[in-house]
């Protein structure tokens, strides 16, 4: 499966130590320069810094072959680049935080998740724990919705609660 992502969704997972889903999920992701220069840049995390100096295997750096278009004005250029490269690669999902890439992606027909998504197909694997995940999500600068976090918790917490035997139907 090809998989393309923005630096987003790789700051946050290596933040939270759960870069390690990515290669278990999808195999071998893509991403575009700019997103790597997103990475390396002064202000992101040191973390995220020397995890992206020795780039592991599976995180593939490719350059998009095209230039993005006037659709993509207004997106940051890590967002355009990944967007174009998972076009260009026809590549199965493209890993998106940003809520107007994330519309403008699906408006360009392609396959969006985001940091919370891959965390919780990660969860339904058994990769991790998602409230504790979630807990210390809550520590960083996301700016992702707490209900969204609480919507997710309460179905994975459904997803684990075993069922009783006069709840099945027979």
């Given at each position: 499966?090809?998989i393309?992502?923005?630096?987003?969704p790789?700051?946050?997972?290596?933040?939270?130590?759960?870069?390690?889903v990515?290669?278990v999920?999808?195999?071998?992701?893509?991403?575009?320069?700019a997103?790597?220069r997103?990475?390396?840049?002064?202000?992101?995390?040191?973390?995220?810094?020397?995890?992206?100096?020795?780039?592991?295997?599976?995180?593939?750096?490719?350059?998009?072959?095209g230039?993005?278009?006037t659709?993509?004005?207004g997106?940051e250029?890590?967002?355009?680049e990944?967007?174009?490269?998972a076009?260009?690669?026809?590549?199965?999902l493209?890993?998106?935080?940003d809520?107007?890439?994330?519309?403008?992606?699906?408006?360009?027909?392609?396959?969006?998740?985001g940091?919370?998504?891959?965390?919780?197909?990660?969860?339904?694997?058994?990769?991790?724990?998602?409230?504790?995940?979630?807990?210390?999500?809550?520590?960083?600068?996301?700016?992702?919705r707490?209900t969204?976090?609480e919507?997710?918790?309460?179905?994975?917490?459904?997803?684990r609660?075993?069922?009783?035997?006069?709840?099945?139907?027979?």
């Amino acid at each position: 499966m090809r998989i393309v992502a923005d630096s987003s969704p790789l700051r946050y997972l290596r933040l939270l130590a759960c870069e390690h889903v990515l290669p278990v999920l999808f195999g071998r992701v893509l991403i575009p320069q700019a997103v790597w220069r997103e990475l390396q840049h002064p202000h992101t995390p040191t973390a995220v810094r020397a995890w992206i100096a020795v780039r592991p295997a599976w995180l593939a750096l490719q350059a998009i072959a095209g230039q993005p278009e006037t659709a993509l004005e207004g997106l940051e250029a890590g967002e355009q680049e990944a967007i174009v490269l998972a076009r260009e690669t026809q590549a199965r999902l493209v890993l998106l935080d940003d809520g107007k890439a994330r519309d403008v992606a699906m408006a360009q027909g392609l396959r969006v998740m985001g940091t919370v998504g891959v965390l919780a197909q990660a969860a339904r694997r058994g990769s991790v724990d998602l409230p504790e995940v979630f807990a210390r999500l809550a520590t960083t600068n996301s700016r992702i919705r707490r209900t969204l976090l609480e919507e997710i918790l309460a179905r994975d917490t459904e997803r684990r609660r075993p069922s009783r035997p006069d709840e099945n139907p027979t």
